[in-house]
């Protein structure tokens, strides 16, 4: 089958300038003669106006280039079209893009559309919120709130912001319930992911993979500051297992399990992130899997 792409930039996602990426996308692609066209993505997530011209032109890839929340809306919005995606890193975490080994550098990225190997990955719902790599109720959402409220974007920024915040930080009340299991903790911070990380290959779920058709809940679970940084050095290691939760599981600062499915009772109103953008936040959250929500070109 004849490939047709339609390559979509998002004009403001990270810091670089789109120049050079074009060029190089209408250099390679225009020697593989392979028909293409380059597309800006649309603010507001509408792709309606899209869906009518990958039918009728027969386009078969849908390439983003962006960061996680143009994927979400890109991949969201499409997801239902016989389409494969495709992604060039560009944004300020590109958490499923390296969760999937896509690398940074864009030639090499863009490699992988042109030799890559389409796989599905899965998803989730969060109240009917589509995310596709990592949402998180915490000290990470209120990062992903002030971080969104600043000028300038990068990873520089993002530090920064997470420094400050950690200073701030305080436990939330939670409730959390899956299968016959129900509990309550006081925890810093909640990550339902799917992608194992929240970018920049900063692992927070070592495990997770992207279509297991299993959700990794990670809670940091409160206790002193001075033990904060350690616990949570020791997750991003890599040295806390998959665990059953069990009796004393109050007594441990990081839970990390799997599930397909769980629900929150978000006690004392944690801010929420999906896909590292900020969201309005909910007294109760129910989370589900999305099984085979898209294809997706990896090395």
């Known amino acids: 089958m004849e490939r047709k792409i339609i390559y979509l930039i998002n004009p403001i996602s990270g810091t670089s300038k ?3 990426i074009k060029k190089l996308i209408e250099r390679e692609t225009t020697a593989r003669e392979i028909p293409f066209e380059i597309l800006a993505t649309d603010i507001t997530g ?7 011209k990958i039918v009728s032109e027969k386009f078969t890839d849908i390439v983003i280039i962006g960061g996680d929340g143009t994927v979400n809306q890109v991949t969201n919005a499409l997801r239902g079209l016989p389409v494969t995606f495709g992604i060039i890193p560009f944004g300020s975490g590109n958490g499923l893009a390296f969760a999937a080994g896509i690398p940074k550098k864009s030639a090499a990225a863009l490699s992988i559309i042109f030799s890559g190997k ?7 719902y969060i109240n009917q919120h589509y995310s596709c790599m ?15 409220a600043k000028n300038t974007r990068g990873l520089f920024t993002y530090t920064q912001e997470s420094l400050i915040n950690f200073f701030k930080a305080h436990p939330y009340q939670f409730e959390v319930s899956l299968n016959d299991l129900s509990f ?27 279509n297991d058709g299993l959700l990794d809940i990670v809670i940091i679970q409160k206790m002193s500051k001075a033990k904060l940084p350690f616990a949570l050095l020791q997750q ?19 839970l990390y399990f799997q599930t397909a499915s769980l629900k929150i009772k978000n006690l004392k109103y944690a801010p929420l992130h999906i896909d590292g953008e900020p969201r309005e936040t909910a007294e109760e959250f129910t989370i589900e899997i999305l099984k085979d929500a898209f294809n997706l070109l990896q090395p």
Request: charged share 20%; glycine share 8%; no cysteine.
């Open 18 to 20: 789109k120049e050079g």
């Open 46 to 52: 509408d792709y309606d106006f899209l869906k009518e």
């Open 118 to 124: 389409a796989n599905l990955v899965d998803a989730f």
């Open 134 to 148: 990592l949402s998180g109720l915490g000290f990470d959402a209120q990062v992903a709130h002030n971080f969104a």
């Open 184 to 210: 309550f903790t006081d925890a810093f911070a909640i990550s339902i992911a799917n992608s194992n990380q929240f970018g920049n290959n900063l692992t927070i779920a070592p495990q997770a993979n992207l």
């Open 236 to 254: 991003l290691r890599g040295n806390n297992k998959l665990k059953e939760l069990v009796d004393d599981m109050g007594k441990k600062n990081v």
